[in-house]
C-alpha cells in the first residue's frame, strides 16, 4: 500500500483503466492515481500502453482528491519546489531548445533558463546543432543552484536511460538459441546488420549459407526479411550474432548415405590453401586434395596453379564424419571415363574379346 508520498517519490504500479486523457493506476487505496494520457502516446498520437501494463512514475501531489502522477514534468506550469525535487529525484522534464549559445543551447524550463553543453544534447547519432533549436525534448537536471539560476540539463542522460531500459526488455526476449525475424539493414565484406526490434544483430558471412560466400548481395538484399537463430548474445557490450546457416539442415547428417570411399566425382575448387584445395562435392560439402597428391612440389603456390570454381574430378579416398573431413586424390574426370569406354565398346573384335591395340595394328 503507498502511503505518505512526498512529491518526487518514484513508484511502480499497474494501470487499472483508461479513460480519454487520464490513465488510472492502482494506488491500493480509496484514492487511485492519475497520470496524463498524453505521456503514454507516440508520434503519430498512438496510445502506447492499455490496462495491465505495469508503469513506473513520479508522484507529483494530490488535487481534488487525486493522486497525481508524472512520467516527467511538462515544461510549464512547474514551480521551483517541484524543478528541486525533480533535481533531487532524477526525475524527467520538459524544455524548449531556444537557441545555441557557446559551449551548448539554451533551454527553458517552465520559463527558467538552463544550459545543456553539446556534449549532452542527444545520444550516439548526433545531429548538426541547428537540428535542436526550437524542438521540446526531456531533459534530466544535473545541476540545480542558487533557487534556480543556475540549472544544468541532460538530454542524453534521458535517452541512455530509455536505451538501456530498451536493451533489458530485449535481453529478455533474445536469448541464445531463440529463432526471430528482422530485416536486413545494411551490407557489409565481413556480414549483415539485421534489424531486430530496433536492435542490429550481426549475421557474420560464415553464418549466412552452407556454402563458402564471397558475395553477399547473391544471397541478401538490404529491406529484405530474414529469420535467423541467435548464436551468441553480449548484452553488456551490445553485441549480438545470429545465423541463417544454423535453419538449414546439416548436410554432414547424410554425408554416408550420399558418398562412398572410392567413388568419383566431379566437383569445382571452392578453397585453396598452402597444403591442398577443397572441391566441392554438394551443398555444404567440400573435400580435401592435399598437396602431396597433386603432383606438384610442396613449396608450389597453389593460387597460382589453381582457380577458385575449376573443374577438378577426384575420388574420395576416406570419409570422417565426426570430424567433418573427407580426404581425396585427383583422378580423370567421369566425362573422360564415359568417352573411353565409349572408344573402347565401339572398337571390340567380332569374336568379342576385348580390344587389343597392337592385334588392331597387326589386322591393318
Given at each position: 500500500m503507498f502511503e505518505k508520498l512526498t512529491p518526487g517519490q518514484e513508484i511502480e504500479s499497474t494501470i487499472v483503466a483508461i479513460n480519454g486523457d487520464t490513465v488510472f493506476i492502482d494506488m491500493n487505496a480509496k484514492s487511485e492515481g492519475v497520470v496524463n494520457s498524453a505521456e503514454f502516446t507516440d508520434q503519430d498520437g498512438n496510445l502506447t500502453v492499455k490496462e495491465g501494463d505495469k508503469i513506473k512514475a513520479f508522484f507529483l501531489g494530490e488535487k481534488n482528491g487525486e493522486m497525481r502522477f508524472t512520467t516527467k514534468i511538462a515544461g510549464h506550469g512547474a514551480d521551483d519546489s517541484l524543478l528541486e525535487n525533480a533535481f533531487k529525484n532524477h526525475i524527467p522534464v520538459e524544455g524548449h531548445v531556444e537557441k545555441e549559445i557557446k559551449g551548448g543551447f539554451e533551454v527553458s524550463i517552465s520559463g527558467k533558463r538552463a544550459f545543456c553543453p553539446f556534449s549532452q544534447m542527444g545520444f550516439r547519432q548526433k545531429e548538426e546543432a541547428s537540428y535542436y533549436i526550437g524542438r521540446t525534448l526531456t531533459f534530466i537536471i544535473q545541476e540545480y543552484k542558487e533557487n534556480g539560476k543556475n540549472i544544468l540539463v541532460s538530454n542524453r542522460a534521458v535517452l541512455e536511460q530509455e536505451h538501456q531500459v530498451q536493451l533489458n526488455a530485449l535481453g529478455q526476449q533474445i536469448a541464445a538459441g531463440s529463432i526471430v525475424t528482422g530485416t536486413v539493414k545494411s551490407l557489409q565484406s565481413f556480414g549483415a546488420f539485421v534489424d531486430i526490434s530496433g536492435f542490429q544483430a550481426l549475421l557474420p558471412i560464415s553464418e549466412v549459407a552452407l556454402d563458402r560466400v564471397t558475395d553477399l548481395s547473391k544471397y541478401l538484399q538490404v529491406g529484405q526479411e530474414v529469420t535467423v537463430k541467435v548464436i551468441n548474445t553480449d548484452w553488456a557490450h551490445e553485441k549480438v550474432s545470429v545465423s541463417l546457416k544454423a535453419l538449414?539442415?546439416?548436410?554432414?547428417?547424410?554425408?554416408?548415405?550420399?558418398?562412398?570411399?572410392?567413388?568419383?566425382?566431379?566437383?569445382?575448387?571452392?578453397?585453396?590453401?598452402?597444403?591442398?584445395?577443397?572441391?566441392?562435392?554438394?551443398?555444404?560439402?567440400?573435400?580435401?586434395?592435399?598437396?602431396?597428391?597433386?603432383?606438384?612440389?610442396?613449396?608450389?603456390?597453389?593460387?597460382?596453379?589453381?582457380?577458385?570454381?575449376?573443374?577438378?574430378?577426384?575420388?574420395?579416398?576416406?570419409?570422417?564424419?565426426?570430424?567433418?573431413?573427407?580426404?581425396?586424390?585427383?583422378?580423370?574426370?567421369?566425362?573422360?571415363?564415359?568417352?573411353?569406354?565409349?572408344?573402347?565398346?565401339?572398337?571390340?573384335?567380332?569374336?568379342?574379346?576385348?580390344?587389343?591395340?597392337?592385334?588392331?595394328?597387326?589386322?591393318?
Open positions: 538449414i539442415a546439416d548436410p554432414w547428417q547424410s554425408v554416408e548415405n550420399n558418398f562412398t570411399k572410392g567413388q568419383k566425382i566431379d566437383g569445382k575448387i571452392s578453397r585453396i590453401t598452402d597444403f591442398g584445395v577443397f572441391i566441392n562435392l554438394d551443398k555444404g560439402i567440400d573435400g580435401l586434395v592435399h598437396i602431396s597428391a597433386l603432383g606438384v612440389d610442396r613449396n608450389t603456390n597453389l593460387k597460382k596453379k589453381f582457380s577458385i570454381g575449376q573443374e577438378m574430378s577426384v575420388v574420395i579416398k576416406e570419409i570422417d564424419v565426426a570430424n567433418k573431413r573427407i580426404s581425396l586424390v585427383p583422378s580423370t574426370s567421369t566425362e573422360q571415363d564415359e568417352n573411353a569406354n565409349e572408344y573402347f565398346a565401339s572398337h571390340n573384335d567380332d569374336d568379342g574379346d576385348t580390344y587389343n591395340p597392337f592385334a588392331a595394328l597387326l589386322k591393318k
